[in-house]
C-alpha cells in the first residue's frame, strides 16, 4: 500500500541586517525516515538566498540549544551543526533527498545583499517515494537511488507538481487564503470596479462579501457598508426623500429652513448626498459603482466645528463641552 504523502512549508520574511533565519524543527515522527523532496521559491528580493539542510535523529537535541544562544554567532551555530548539514542550495532550488535519513530536519536560510526585505517559501516533502515501486521486480533489484529511479525522478517531479496545482487550484478561488497575486484576477472575473484602489485587507473582505453586496447593490445599506470598509468610518447618507418634508414652506418650516435645505440637499430627487470625516480622492469613482442608474452621489467633506447653516452634526463632527463656573 502506498505511503500517504506529507509535507510542511516554511514561510519567512527578512527584513533589518540579521543575515540568518532557522526554519522550525521539522519531526517526521519516524527514525530513519527518508526525506523525498525540497521545493524552495523567492517571493521577494533579488539578492541570494542560500538554505542549508540539516537532517538527523539527534538533530533535535543540539538544534534547540544552538538557535536561541544569542551569545554564539551564526558562524558558530554552523560549525556546531555541521555533522547534520546534508544539503546546500541556492534560491529558488528543487532538490531530492532520497539519499538523506533522519528524524529531524532543520533549514538554515542565509541573506545576502543590502538589508532590504526578502522572503521566501520553502515546501518540504516526505516520505521519499519513487515509480520504480509501480514496475515489475527485476527492476527494484538494482536498489535505492539507481539511475533508473533518478530519471524517472524527473517525470515524477514535474507529474506531482501538475498533480499539486490542480488539487490546489480551488485555494486560488478563495478570497481568504488565496495568494495576493489573485485577488485581481478574481476581483475582474467578479466585475469589481477599481480593484486597485482597495487595500489587499480590503478587497479580501469585499470578495468575501460580494454576493452579499450584489443582492443589495443601489441601496443606502448597501453603500454604506461599501464607504465603511473603505475608509473605516460609518458615513451620514442623505436622501432626497428624507428631507423632503422641510424643502417646503409648509408643516411648520420656515421660509429660511426651507430654503437653507434645498441649499444644503439639493433639489434633484435623483441624488442623494453622502457625508464624510475627510477626504478620499478615490470615494467618488467607489461610490459610482454602488449608485443606482439614473442617480448621482454627492460627497460632502464635514468640518471638524459647529457652522451656522452649515453641515453641522452633535456627536459626529460637532462636540458640547461642559459648561465652566465663571465666578
Request: aromatic residues 12%.
Amino acid at each position: 500500500m502506498k505511503e500517504e504523502k506529507r509535507f510542511f512549508i516554511w514561510k519567512e520574511t527578512a527584513q533589518g541586517e540579521q543575515d540568518g533565519f532557522f526554519s522550525p524543527i521539522y519531526d517526521s515522527r519516524e527514525k530513519g525516515t527518508r526525506w523525498h523532496r525540497i521545493m524552495a521559491r523567492q517571493e521577494k528580493g533579488k539578492k541570494a538566498v542560500t538554505v542549508s539542510c540539516y537532517i538527523g535523529d539527534q538533530l533535535k537535541e543540539t538544534a534547540e540549544q544552538l538557535i536561541d544562544q544569542t551569545e554564539l554567532s551564526l558562524t558558530e551555530k554552523k560549525k556546531q551543526l555541521r555533522p547534520f548539514l546534508q544539503k546546500e542550495g541556492t534560491l529558488p532550488g528543487d532538490w531530492l533527498l532520497h539519499q538523506l535519513e533522519g528524524r529531524y530536519l532543520l533549514l538554515l536560510a542565509e541573506v545576502t545583499g543590502e538589508a532590504a526585505e526578502k522572503s521566501w517559501q520553502v515546501r518540504i516533502e516526505f516520505p521519499k517515494s519513487s515509480w520504480v515501486q509501480y514496475l515489475p521486480g527485476v527492476y527494484e533489484e538494482k536498489g535505492p537511488d539507481s539511475f533508473l529511479e533518478r530519471f524517472l525522478c524527473i517525470f515524477q517531479s514535474l507529474y506531482e507538481d501538475v498533480d499539486a496545482a490542480i488539487r490546489e487550484y480551488p485555494f486560488h478561488l478563495c478570497p481568504e487564503v488565496c495568494d495576493s497575486a489573485d485577488l485581481p484576477v478574481l476581483a475582474g472575473w467578479l466585475d469589481v470596479k477599481n480593484a486597485y484602489f482597495w487595500k489587499e485587507e480590503q478587497l479580501r473582505i469585499l470578495l468575501s462579501h460580494l454576493m452579499e453586496f450584489y443582492e443589495n447593490r443601489g441601496t443606502p445599506a448597501s453603500i454604506r457598508w461599501l464607504v465603511n470598509l473603505y475608509t473605516g468610518e460609518q458615513p451620514l447618507l442623505v436622501e432626497y426623500y428624507d428631507v423632503e418634508a422641510e424643502r417646503e414652506e409648509k408643516n411648520g418650516t420656515s421660509r429660511q429652513r426651507a430654503r437653507l435645505i434645498r441649499q444644503l440637499y439639493g433639489e434633484n430627487p435623483f441624488r442623494y448626498t453622502l457625508l464624510v470625516g475627510k477626504e478620499y480622492k478615490a470615494l467618488p469613482a467607489i461610490i459610482a459603482w454602488a449608485t443606482p442608474a439614473h442617480m448621482e452621489g454627492r460627497i460632502v467633506v464635514l468640518r471638524p466645528d459647529i457652522r451656522l447653516n452649515g453641515y453641522s452634526y452633535l456627536g459626529i463632527n460637532s462636540r458640547l463641552q461642559r459648561g465652566e463656573e465663571l465666578f
